[in-house]
């Protein structure tokens, strides 16, 4: 079938679909529901091959064209023979896995069992989920590193070319950790976190841009937030730096490691939360008061169209009010800023201080009002002071990229026994989230790469994989043909022609 005929029939099938929509107003009453009964059967096609996964091809042949797999069997040796699988076959069975849908290894085996969803990958037979467990004990603290790294080197390929526009002048590099608790009793290397739970701790350094997680580094659960932060710091500047103008660090107060400070401020800028010390509370207090300037902040949601719908009663509040529970309200918010050097640096850095008026009620009465003081350290001197907030404040959006990975992807859930080989999981794992920033990034459309990137995972896997096709498998190159129209499957198909048009250096 031609490229012109598969655009007719999807407009076709368009037409029928809006066809519908435009009686949506116009039907006379109905005597019966909309949903019937009756006149439905199953059967099971003799020759017709299909799956649910449509948009697992796209993702493949995006795979091929960056060399991924060839980078990983090139650099990791973990498989003294390959009867039939080598190491790519593994990780991307896994990454795949979580891109179909899936949220455990064990959900493997239902893949294995599905011809069509093989031949679509070109795969006579795919890895079983106790193979898949056993793939992720052969790994060493070294190998699991230098899977990340084999990642790594594709990525500048897409940054390069139609993601160079999502990084932008500065490209933001993320730091957190995040814990990864766990119900089991017998997982080397899990500990008892500060919360009393039982679990890992691990380290998450990602790309702001683009969504991407860099590094992904489990540790103990009793592990401190900063621990070991600073050489991943230094491994993820190293690789963004080469391919964008500027790059900004940034890290809540746990990392705001001064002894590096000096030596990060040659190669990028930062913007790290700052303990509130006596120390620099008391010079915030002795600040003149024209050195203070009222924050704004941005309004959450601004209408496209200026129209605004009418606000509903705070339910929470009221209840709040009328039985006197204690409550926190904030009043306002001012911004300074002063230079500082921390004992440990050489140079003298930017300071720039939040002061917040808040109110302490019990129901509607106020008890006593509160000033606290939130710093931030940065290298940055072209933007004003709250600017500076709002891009440290930025840093935020993190979470929700750490809250992806622990219930979207679930690749924070720890389902083996010790703790390299469950880092090695979250590697793996992780890939089916960047697999969707770089999918993201080869849409046509600047605003789609820009929404696909910020998508949640399930919602990413519902439009753009599952989509119904038929598998026609023929001697030299395999067909998805779309079987039904969707919204999203012409931009699937668009998806697929960029990729197969875009040559990668």
Same mark, same amino acid.
């Given at each position: 079938m031609?490229?012109?005929?598969?655009?007719?029939?999807?407009?076709?099938?368009?037409?029928?679909?809006?066809?519908?929509?435009?009686?949506?107003?116009?039907?006379?009453?109905?005597?019966?529901?909309?949903?019937?009964? $009756?006149?439905?059967? =199953?059967?099971?096609?003799?020759? !017709?091959? &299909?799956?649910?996964? *449509?948009g697992?091809? #796209?993702?493949r042949?995006?795979?091929?064209?960056l060399?991924?797999?060839?980078e990983?069997?090139?650099?990791?040796?973990?498989?003294?023979?390959?009867?039939?699988?080598?190491?790519?076959?593994?990780?991307?069975?896994?990454a795949?896995?979580?891109l179909?849908g899936?949220?455990r290894?064990?959900?493997?085996?239902?893949l294995?069992?599905?011809?069509?969803?093989?031949?679509?990958?070109?795969?006579?037979?795919?890895?079983?989920?106790?193979?898949?467990g056993?793939?992720t004990?052969?790994?060493?603290?070294?190998?699991?590193?230098?899977?990340?790294?084999c990642?790594?080197?594709?990525?500048?390929?897409?940054?390069?070319?139609r993601?160079?526009?999502?990084? $932008?002048?500065?490209? =933001?590099?993320d730091?957190?950790? !995040?814990? &990864?608790?766990?119900? *089991?009793?017998?997982? #080397?290397?899990?500990?008892?976190?500060?919360?009393?739970?039982?679990g890992?701790?691990?380290?998450?350094?990602?790309l702001?841009n683009?969504?991407?997680?860099?590094?992904?580094?489990?540790?103990?659960?009793?592990?401190v937030?900063?621990?070991?932060?600073?050489?991943?710091?230094?491994?993820?500047?190293?690789?963004?730096?080469?391919?964008?103008?500027g790059?900004c660090?940034?890290?809540?107060?746990?990392?705001?490691?001064?002894?590096?400070?000096?030596?990060?401020?040659?190669?990028?800028?930062?913007?790290?939360?700052?303990?509130?010390?006596?120390?620099?509370?008391?010079?915030?207090e002795?600040?003149?008061?024209?050195?203070?300037?009222?924050?704004?902040?941005?309004?959450?949601?601004?209408?496209?169209?200026?129209? !605004?719908?009418?606000?509903?009663?705070?339910?929470?509040?009221?209840i709040?009010?009328?039985?006197?529970?204690a409550?926190?309200?904030?009043?306002?918010?001012?911004?300074?800023?002063?230079?500082?050097?921390?004992?440990?640096?050489?140079?003298?850095?930017?300071?720039?201080?939040?002061?917040?008026?808040?109110s302490?009620?019990?129901?509607?009465?106020?008890?006593?009002?509160?000033?606290?003081?939130?710093?931030?350290?940065?290298?940055?001197?072209?933007?004003?002071?709250?600017?500076?907030?709002?891009?440290a404040?930025?840093?935020?959006?993190?979470?929700n990229?750490?809250?992806?990975l622990?219930n979207?992807?679930?690749?924070?859930?720890v389902?083996?026994y010790?703790?390299?080989?469950?880092?090695?999981?979250?590697?793996?794992?992780?890939?089916?989230?960047?697999?969707k920033?770089?999918?993201?990034?080869?849409m046509?459309?600047?605003?789609?790469?820009?929404?696909?990137?910020?998508?949640?995972?399930r919602?990413?896997v519902?439009?753009?994989i599952l989509v119904?096709?038929?598998?026609?498998?023929r001697?030299?190159?395999?067909?998805?043909?779309?079987?039904?129209?969707?919204?999203t499957t012409?931009?699937?198909?668009?998806?697929?022609?960029t990729?197969?048009?875009?040559?990668?250096?």
């Amino acid at each position: 079938m031609s490229h012109g005929q598969s655009r007719g029939n999807s407009a076709r099938r368009k037409r029928k679909v809006k066809a519908r929509h435009c009686k949506a107003g116009r039907r006379r009453a109905r005597a019966k529901p909309v949903f019937s009964a $009756g006149g439905l059967h =199953y059967e099971i096609g003799a020759r !017709t091959s &299909a799956m649910s996964y *449509g948009g697992i091809g #796209a993702v493949r042949r995006l795979v091929s064209k960056l060399g991924l797999a060839r980078e990983m069997d090139r650099r990791l040796e973990l498989l003294r023979r390959h009867l039939p699988y080598h190491e790519s076959d593994h990780v991307l069975n896994i990454a795949y896995n979580l891109l179909c849908g899936g949220t455990r290894l064990e959900d493997l085996g239902g893949l294995r069992h599905d011809a069509a969803y093989m031949d679509a990958l070109g795969a006579e037979l795919i890895p079983s989920p106790t193979a898949a467990g056993d793939f992720t004990r052969r790994f060493s603290e070294s190998d699991v590193i230098e899977l990340m790294e084999c990642i790594n080197a594709v990525r500048p390929k897409l940054w390069r070319g139609r993601g160079r526009d999502l990084l $932008g002048p500065v490209a =933001y590099v993320d730091v957190d950790g !995040t814990l &990864a608790p766990t119900l *089991g009793k017998k997982k #080397a290397g899990m500990d008892m976190s500060y919360k009393g739970v039982w679990g890992y701790h691990p380290l998450v350094v990602s790309l702001a841009n683009t969504g991407e997680v860099l590094y992904l580094v489990n540790r103990p659960g009793n592990a401190v937030s900063h621990r070991g932060a600073a050489a991943w710091i230094d491994k993820a500047l190293a690789l963004v730096s080469p391919h964008v103008p500027g790059v900004c660090v940034r890290g809540d107060t746990d990392f705001s490691l001064t002894v590096n400070f000096d030596r990060w401020s040659e190669q990028a800028d930062f913007i790290f939360g700052y303990d509130a010390q006596p120390a620099l509370v008391a010079r915030a207090e002795a600040l003149e008061a024209d050195a203070w300037t009222r924050l704004e902040r941005e309004p959450r949601h601004v209408s496209p169209t200026g129209a !605004t719908r009418s606000k509903r009663e705070d339910v929470k509040g009221r209840i709040v009010r009328e039985r006197g529970y204690a409550n926190k309200r904030l009043n306002f918010e001012d911004v300074a800023e002063y230079d500082y050097r921390p004992a440990k640096c050489r140079k003298t850095y930017r300071m720039v201080v939040v002061r917040k008026n808040i109110s302490r009620m019990k129901g509607e009465l106020t008890l006593v009002e509160e000033i606290r003081y939130f710093f931030y350290i940065t290298t940055r001197r072209d933007p004003g002071a709250a600017e500076v907030v709002r891009l440290a404040n930025a840093r935020s959006d993190q979470e929700n990229v750490i809250e992806q990975l622990k219930n979207g992807v679930n690749a924070l859930r720890v389902p083996v026994y010790d703790l390299v080989s469950n880092r090695a999981y979250m590697v793996m794992a992780a890939l089916a989230w960047n697999l969707k920033s770089f999918l993201a990034m080869m849409m046509h459309l600047k605003a789609d790469r820009r929404r696909y990137v910020a998508m949640e995972f399930r919602r990413f896997v519902r439009e753009m994989i599952l989509v119904p096709c038929q598998v026609i498998r023929r001697a030299r190159q395999t067909t998805l043909r779309i079987i039904g129209w969707q919204p999203t499957t012409d931009r699937l198909f668009s998806v697929w022609r960029t990729i197969e048009r875009t040559g990668f250096g």
